[in-house]
């Protein structure tokens, strides 16, 4: 309880999420002493993996698929490796059709042109083309500014434009992702599953209708050496990982810690203020992972924000859906018939279901934007157990089916409990459509999780927006919310900050550096610099062109 904290520290992290514990561990291991605290009594934020159905089965009820996440620095900085386990699935976007046909992409360059080839030799040509492209893009400019601060768009800009890959990678950005997803590919079935791949598996088209994509996701759907994994035994053994090397490095947790206010002396942050009126010091820093508003109009109080500060609050956007999610225990993994036509798409990381043609899917997002439950029933799913067996019992498995949905859906006078059976009722309709053998002598038992339920367990996800923040061109890169507020020694670290909201662990990573450079200490690590990713970027370019 809260009455074991001692007065001081040199830095309060509010939030256990993983942001939060990846900055605590790095400060923590630079010799701060370092207090991490959450409301919850568990830790790990969106990591969370429960027994919702039956004991024994795994669910992830957030956060399941993590994009690239061996290679993070912070994953190697904190060698992770020797305490969490990940799965890198040789297929991962896969989706089937009504007319049996299924379209595969897998990591493995010459399998997925020939899995596109079957369905149109041209659209098989320009992924050859542009898979050169993109990956030297993702691995030279995407990734290193993924765990760096952003530079100013004209410096980035102008940095880009020393070469012509530069050049091609400005042109993509500053265009809609639909816009060219539409030039590029001519196949309605290669078409959409792209929009599911850009689209990052639950932005949907959020993102892919933004004016323009400043973070290149259009680029990276091309590329196959980078991709999503799982954590083995669930999402929350990476929190665990986390938390011990937090508290090998010195750091100290303490749950169930309500705080009323961040107390602002001479226009800095020197400490907060916990439910009963006991206070605890921070002597350098406090740094907040939660959401913008709980930080700035709760925890601050907008009287101590400048008009320009409150202004930016009010033009801070969120989502405006939410997910759906259904949780499967089950005797047998999803078996697509589809399997005549390509076996490997049972395997595949995730699938895109219940959608045909570009217009299914513009159908369904209206829906959802026009606040009403979708009349097409298009969702993503996958095999987890499949894939990694220790979340199930020996020989049953795992599944999951996410669906976009509004926060309140006009549901007509039913009650909402009776509103989620109906609508799990029709995912395990349209998924037996696909699966044959998604049938209820094969469901042992189902969970529903709903953007309800999300927002009473983690309230920083603000009017159902898993991410805690648009991924709008306007607030993503050079524009996002800014890691250093307005208040001295007050920062943000968590997913209003670039690079954004699901588990990248950048936002975490880079206050990490940044507050070690305001205290002016001596990082143990090598920060990430944009700067010197791209100048390299530049040089060698020249050198090989």
């Known amino acids: 309880m809260a009455h074991t904290l001692d007065r001081s520290y040199d830095g309060i992290i509010i939030g256990a999420g993983h942001h939060g514990l990846i900055l605590g561990s790095y400060l923590a291991r630079a010799g701060l002493n370092i207090l991490l605290v959450d409301r919850r009594l568990t830790y790990g934020g ?32 904190l060698g992770l490796a020797d305490r969490v386990s990940y799965i890198t699935p040789r297929y991962e976007f896969a989706q089937a059709h009504r007319d049996g046909s299924a ?98 598996f639950g932005t949907w088209l959020t993102d892919t209708l933004s004016r323009s994509s400043p973070m290149g996701s259009v680029i990276r759907a091309f590329d196959l050496e980078s991709g999503y994994q799982i954590c083995q035994g669930g999402s929350f053994n990476l929190a665990r990982g986390l938390m011990q090397c937090f508290i090998a490095a010195g750091g100290t947790y303490q749950p169930q810690v309500a705080i009323d206010r961040i107390i602002i002396e001479n226009k800095r942050a020197v400490g907060v203020e916990l439910s009963g009126g006991r206070s605890v010091r921070a002597r350098q820093f406090i740094a907040s992972t939660i959401d913008v508003h709980q930080t700035f109009e709760t925890l601050v109080g907008r009287t101590q924000l400048p008009a320009r500060s409150a202004a930016k609050l009010d033009e801070f956007k969120y989502t405006a859906w939410s997910l759906f999610g259904l949780h499967l225990a089950l005797h047998e993994s999803p078996r697509f018939a589809a399997e005549a036509f390509d076996p490997n798409i049972n395997h595949a990381l995730k699938w895109s279901i219940g959608a045909d043609s570009m217009d299914d899917l513009f ?40 669906h976009v949905m509004p926060l309140d859906p006009a549901i007509g006078a039913r009650d909402y409990e009776t509103f989620k059976q109906e609508f799990a009722d029709r995912i395990l309709e349209t998924w037996a459509r696909y699966c044959p053998n998604m049938t209820r002598d094969n469901i042992i038992a189902t969970h529903v999780h709903t953007g309800r339920e999300y927002v009473r367990e983690l309230p920083n996800m603000r009017g159902g927006d898993i991410f805690m923040g648009a991924f709008n061109a306007e607030q993503v890169m050079y524009n996002h919310f800014g890691y250093r507020s307005p208040i001295a020694n007050l920062y943000m670290a968590g ?16 206050a990490a550096g940044l507050i070690a450079n305001d205290l002016e200490i001596e990082p143990w690590w090598t920060p990430c610099s944009a700067r010197r990713a791209l100048e390299t970027f530049a040089d060698d370019a020249h050198r090989h062109g």
């Not at 089965?57 to 994009?67: C, E, R, T, V, W």
């Not at 997913?495 to 880079?510: D, K, L, T, V």
């Open 495 to 510: 997913s209003a900050c670039h690079p954004g909201g699901a588990i990248s662990g950048g936002a975490g990573y880079i």
């Open 363 to 402: 159908a369904a997002f209206a829906d959802v934007q026009a606040g009403r439950v979708p009349k097409i029933v298009q969702f993503g799913a996958g095999p987890l157990s499949l894939l990694d067996p220790t979340q199930a019992p020996q020989g049953k498995h795992t599944s999951y089916a996410w």
């Open 103 to 200: 379209l595969v992409l897998g990591r493995d360059l010459e399998e997925t042109i020939a899995n596109i080839a079957r369905f149109s030799a041209r659209d098989a040509a320009t992924f050859r083309a542009w898979n050169r492209k993109a990956e030297a893009m993702t691995a030279k400019v995407l990734l290193p500014e993924r765990y760096a601060e952003p530079l100013p768009q004209a410096e980035r800009t102008a940095l880009l434009e020393r070469t012509e890959m530069g050049c091609e990678f400005l042109a993509i950005t500053r265009r809609q992702p639909l816009d060219v997803v539409n030039e590029l590919l001519t196949h309605e079935h290669v078409k959409l599953l792209f929009l599911f791949k850009v689209s990052l």
């Open 46 to 77: 969106g990591l969370s993996t429960v027994e919702a159905t039956r004991p024994g089965f795994y669910h992830n009820l957030h956060s399941i698929n993590h994009f690239h996440i061996t290679q993070a620095p912070w994953f190697k900085d």
